[in-house]
């Protein structure tokens, strides 16, 4: 029987396109602006450092399940940070990242072929991967009268969101929570910028008794430290709900030796352990998004939602590509907004992590474009 490659079923790597662009914006006299992508530039803690390096001779096979120490300290931060209550070690699960983590998560739930998962329609590209890695169905809905009377398997859902920075409410949580259990669909709700939130109202986990009543069933709430303790190439998150999901991808991610390194987990307990690291990253991305929020508005721009994360969602209702092509020009480099799905064309993803001197010069070239 011939071989299908996996690759077979996914869409080109989106970023690969951007290479004309990428080249316009680099050549810039002053040089390139990459506002592109999310990859935090500001430094670890000193204390998460710390951490990591006085634990780097450790020689042996680190758990999968994480040790006692990294749990409590997940389950302890989740309570602390987010009023996430009623977990315990045995309601969080370490994950390598938590892009492989959701890139994996249908198939390591027994995902398939003949399953449906609903997506959010403008979303992170990595849960339409997922589904299409595990064979199963794409349905992309903002409402659940989209989905009408189809009971699907599972569905992601991403509040703050990436790309838009749309925060869903408490009573929509709670209506999206009620629908899924009455129809068996597990909820993975992406939390990952859940501690970023700029706008008045709060942004909620979907395991924040207020919104699920204290009920953990059929409810997974993925979180990281890539963003907001610039963590990204420590590959550290996790994670929390139901014990018996939970169990479940533990089993199999044993079987597939998806460990979380040694050294990593000590440094990721002293980052969940130092609320104060957070707290300064939190202002360093609430200055660059006050003075690139006025530029890009200065410039003529529409700004929809992006009242958390690291992000803003904008538009002058333009295609895409030409609106990423103004900015290249401007040697700023974004992302065109189709990445994120097809209702994402007038927009372009306009990230906040860049240096204070690179989100400066970004704005003064916006500035100037727009004299």
């Not at 994996?104 to 329609?121: D, K, M, N, Q």
């Not at 996790?238 to 390194?261: C, N, Q, V």
Request: one cysteine or more.
């Amino acid at each position: 029987m011939e071989r299908t490659p996996l690759g077979s079923r996914l869409p080109d790597f989106p970023w690969d396109s951007l290479a004309t662009a990428t080249a316009t914006a680099a050549a810039h006299p002053d040089g390139i602006v990459n506002l592109s992508v999310g990859t935090p530039v500001d430094e670890v803690a000193p204390s998460i450092q710390l951490a990591l390096s006085e634990n780097a001779a450790a020689p042996g096979y680190p758990q999968t399940v994480g040790t006692q120490q990294l749990r409590q300290a997940i389950v302890d931060a989740l309570a602390r940070r987010y009023n996430m209550t009623g977990l315990d070690i045995d309601s969080v699960l370490p994950v390598i990242g938590t892009k492989e983590a959701i890139a994996w998560l249908p198939t390591l739930l027994g995902i398939g072929a003949g399953h449906t998962v609903v997506i959010p329609e403008v979303a992170y590209p990595t849960y339409e991967v997922s589904v299409l890695m595990s064979g199963a169905t794409p349905q992309r809905a903002d409402s659940l009268t989209q989905i009408g009377p189809a009971k699907p398997t599972l569905m992601f859902i991403n509040s703050p969101s990436n790309p838009t920075g749309k925060v869903l409410g408490k009573d929509h949580l709670r209506k999206v929570v009620q629908w899924a259990r009455e129809r068996g669909t597990i909820l993975a709700s992406d939390e990952c910028y859940l501690g970023l939130n700029w706008g008045e109202d709060k942004a909620y986990s979907i395991l924040d008794p207020e919104v699920c009543d204290g009920d953990h069933t059929g409810l997974i709430a993925i979180h990281s430290l890539s963003k907001t303790s610039n963590m990204a190439s420590y590959r550290s998150g996790y994670f929390a709900g139901d014990k018996k999901l939970i169990k479940e991808l533990l089993e199999i991610r044993k079987h597939a030796g998806l460990m979380m390194p040694g050294p990593i987990q000590a440094a990721t307990v002293e980052a969940l352990n130092d609320d104060m690291q957070e707290d300064m990253q939190r202002l360093r991305y609430a200055k660059r998004r006050e003075i690139l929020m006025k530029a890009v508005i200065d410039a003529g721009f529409t700004v929809d939602y992006s009242d958390a994360g690291l992000y803003i969602w904008a538009t002058r209702g333009e295609d895409s590509r030409a609106t990423v092509d103004w900015f290249a020009s401007l040697g700023i480099l974004v992302a065109p907004g189709e990445f994120y799905g097809p209702k994402g064309t007038k927009h372009v993803r306009i990230a906040l992590t860049a240096s204070d001197e690179r989100i400066q010069a970004a704005a003064d070239r916006l500035a100037q474009a727009s004299t």
